[in-house]
C-alpha cells in the first residue's frame, strides 16, 4: 500500500497478499518451513536471487505484515522481528558491536538493558558510558575514537525523561555516530525518530503495540543496510517472532491510535490529580508543563503517552503503602496494558541496578510508575486516591 495514507489506514489496510480463499482477515501461517516448486527454485530462493519465503525462523507471510507496518508508520526503510523487546535490543546490539567498540547511553535505561552493559559487554571487551538525562551538553565528552553509537530510550523508563532526538542526531552526524533509539514508549504513532536522524528504532511491542498484556514481541527497524546486517546476525542467532505472535500484533496495531489517544488522555488527567496531591513529592509526564522538558516533548511527540512516575512521600514505607492499599489497579511490571498498571521500580524492574546508578536515574525507593490503561479514568484517580490517604 502507498505510504501516502494516513497512519491510521495504513494500520488498518496493510495486510498479506490474499490467499486463493480470498480471505477478508488475514490467516495464520503456523508453518516452520515453506516448500519449493523444483531444485533451481530452491537453489536461487537460498541464494537470495529470488526473494520469497524460506523457513520461519527467517521470514513469515504474519511476520512479514508486522514488519511492514512498523516500517510504514515509522518511515522505516526496512525492519526484523524478535521474540522479545530484549531480543530487538540484544540482537541489534550484537549485530552492531565488536570487540573493543564503546557505546554512549543515557543512564536511564531498562533494567535489563543495564544488565547487558553492565555484566555482559566487559566480557566480551566492549566499553560504556553513562550521561545524565539532565547532563546532555556532557555527551561529547564522553565520545572516544572507538565508540560506535549513541543509545536512548526517550520517554525513560521508568523516569519518564525525555531527550532531544534532534539534538542527539546533530552529535551523532557530527562525530560519525549512529543514533539508536528505543521508542517503546512513545510507539511510533506519537513520535517518529528517524525523521529527527536516528538510524534504527527499537521497540518492545510487548507494550502498547499489543496494548492487552497478551504477547511477548520485540522490532527493530531502519536504515535498510543495517537491518540486512540485523537480519543476518538474528538468521543465525534465532531470536525470531512467532506467527501466532505477530498475527496478534498485526491485529493490534489496527486499533493502536484509537487505543493510544485514550490512554495519553486519562494519563493527562490522572498526572494533572497527582500534581496537587499533598502525600505526592513529584510527578513527572511528558505533557505537564512542569515537566523539565516539555518543550522537546511538545516539540517531538504527538501526545505524552500512557506512562506516568511520581514520588511519594515516605521512602520504601511509604511506597509499600501505597502499593499494599491498591484495590483495583493491577500490581505488575508489565505496561502498555488496557488495565492500569502500578509497579515500584527499585524493588522490581531495577532492583539489581546499583544504587549509584538508580540515584543518577531518578529511581528513588518512592518513586511509582504508573502505565494508566482504558477504564474510566474517574475510577482510576479514585483508586490511586484512595491509596494515598493510607501512606
Known amino acids: 500500500m502507498s505510504n501516502n495514507k494516513k497512519f491510521e489506514t495504513l494500520a488498518v489496510r496493510t495486510q498479506t497478499e490474499t490467499s486463493q480463499f480470498s ?11 515453506f516448500v519449493f516448486d523444483d531444485a533451481e527454485e530452491m537453489r536461487a530462493s537460498f541464494a537470495e536471487e529470488k526473494q520469497r519465503d524460506l523457513y520461519s525462523r527467517y521470514s513469515n507471510p504474519n511476520v512479514n505484515e508486522f514488519v511492514d507496518k512498523v516500517c510504514l508508520m515509522e518511515g522505516a526503510e526496512a525492519g526484523f522481528a524478535f521474540a522479545s523487546g530484549m531480543a530487538a535490543v540484544f540482537s541489534t546490539f550484537g549485530t552492531l558491536l565488536d570487540a573493543g567498540d564503546h557505546v554512549v547511553s543515557c543512564s536511564s535505561v531498562f533494567g535489563a538493558t543495564h544488565g547487558l552493559f553492565t555484566k555482559y559487554f566487559p566480557k566480551w571487551n566492549i566499553e560504556y558510558s553513562y550521561f545524565n538525562v539532565n547532563e546532555v551538553d556532557k555527551i561529547e565528552s564522553l565520545i572516544k575514537p572507538n565508540t560506535k553509537f549513541i543509545y536512548a530510550e526517550t520517554p525513560t523508563n521508568p523516569g519518564v525523561d525525555v531527550l532531544d532526538l534532534d539534538l ?10 549512529l543514533l539508536v533509539i528505543d521508542n517503546c514508549f512513545a510507539t511510533p504513532y506519537l513520535q517518529n525518530p528517524i525523521k529527527h536522524g536516528a538510524d534504527l528504532v527499537i521497540h518492545s511491542a510487548t507494550k502498547l503495540m499489543d496494548g492487552q498484556g497478551r504477547v511477548l514481541g520485540g522490532v527493530t527497524v531502519g536504515n535498510k543496510e543495517l537491518i540486512r546486517e540485523i537480519y543476518l546476525f538474528s538468521r543465525l542467532t534465532g531470536p525470531a517472532m512467532s506467527a501466532f505472535n505477530a498475527w496478534v500484533l498485526s491485529k493490534s496495531l489496527e486499533t493502536l491510535a484509537v487505543r493510544t489517544d485514550k490512554h495519553c488522555e486519562n494519563a493527562l488527567k490522572l498526572a494533572t490529580f497527582l500534581e496537587g496531591h499533598p502525600k505526592v513529592t513529584w ?36 511506597g509499600q503503602a501505597f502499593f499494599d492499599s491498591i484495590k483495583m489497579c493491577s500490581l505488575s511490571a508489565n505496561l502498555g496494558d488496557t ?41 482510576v484517580i479514585a483508586d490511586i486516591e484512595q491509596a494515598l490517604e493510607n501512606i
Open 23 to 33: 480471505e477478508h482477515s488475514v490467516p495464520l501461517y503456523l508453518t516452520s518451513g
Open 168 to 177: 542527539l542526531s546533530a552529535i551523532c552526524k557530527k562525530h560519525g555516530l
Open 283 to 318: 510527578v513527572k509526564y511528558p505533557f505537564l508543563k512542569s515537566h523539565p522538558q516539555y518543550e522537546v516533548a511538545k516539540k517531538q511527540m504527538k501526545l505524552g503517552g500512557n506512562i506516568i512516575a511520581f514520588e511519594v512521600e515516605g521512602g520504601i514505607k511509604g
Open 339 to 379: 488495565r492500569t498498571i502500578v509497579t515500584h521500580p527499585a524493588s522490581t524492574t531495577h532492583a539489581k541496578v546499583e544504587p549509584e546508578v538508580k540515584a543518577a536515574a531518578g529511581i528513588t525507593d518512592g518513586l511509582v510508575r504508573v502505565s494508566v490503561g482504558l477504564e474510566h479514568v474517574d475510577d
